[in-house]
């Protein structure tokens, strides 16, 4: 069974208009992540979060919010959607914190903006 | 902030063929290292995390090499099969900053049967 959900899976959004995209896990990890996957780039951090409450921005956080309302539960808020974010978004939770922290990704969501 | 070369970007090979990819770092003061395996619509997965040394994992037929002087971490697969085609990232941690790894741009792997 899946530790890391995402959803919804595929998304079409229109520009300007507001996404969410939702993440879950059954791991009770502290830190978790968002990330965005594009050809040439690897995966790149959005936002990140240490627990129920607490979010921080990552490498590109311009144009996402985010939002971690529980321990299991972590979501990603583009208010104004752009064509620009049209990517596969990866949702993901870290076991122990620090340099050896191990991340478990989601399966993805890919978000298509028109 | 570190940086993270991966290479090659496609690499396509026959079944029992070895493969081999590369990354290289910038920080020194880097740490963990990470490869993840991603197989198509899938996420991430860990491969092997290492610290400090060689790593060989015989039992997924691969060998993980750390070189800090040369700073470069090489994914070896002996003997490839069609079941290892995926995406594979490195990823390295550092002490400095908020310790969030960072990703090579990712190494596709097709093996031929």
């Known amino acids: 069974e899946a530790a890391v959900t995402q959803s919804p899976r595929n998304k079409v959004a229109v520009t300007g208009g507001k996404v969410t995209l939702s993440c879950n896990q059954t791991?009770?990890?502290?830190?978790m992540y968002w990330y965005r996957q594009d050809t040439g780039h690897g995966l790149r951090l959005i936002h990140y979060s240490y627990g129920a409450g607490s979010t921080e921005k990552g490498d590109i956080p311009d144009g996402y919010k985010a939002s971690r309302p529980s321990q299991e539960n972590f979501s990603l808020i583009l208010e104004l959607a752009t064509p620009s974010q049209t990517s596969v978004y990866f949702c993901?939770?870290?076991?122990?914190?620090?340099?050896?922290?191990?991340?478990?990704f989601g399966s993805g969501t890919r978000l298509t903006v028109l | 902030g570190e940086q993270v070369e991966q290479r090659p970007p496609h690499l396509s090979v026959r079944e029992g063929d070895s493969a081999v990819i590369i990354c290289t770092y910038t920080d020194p003061n880097s740490y963990y290292f990470f490869w993840y395996k991603q197989e198509p619509g899938a996420g991430l997965q860990l491969l092997m995390k290492?610290?400090?040394?060689?790593e060989i994992n015989e039992g997924q037929g691969f060998t993980v090499l750390l070189n800090k002087k040369d700073k470069q971490l090489s994914l070896n697969l002996t003997a490839a099969h069609p079941g290892d085609s995926a995406v594979y990232f490195c990823a390295v941690s550092t002490s400095g900053g908020n310790y969030k790894p960072t990703f090579g741009k990712g190494t596709s792997l097709v093996v031929h049967p």
């Open positions: 290492v610290f400090s040394s060689t």
């Open positions: 993901a939770s870290g076991d122990a914190g620090g340099m050896a922290e191990t991340l478990y």
């Open positions: 791991n009770n990890h502290n830190n």
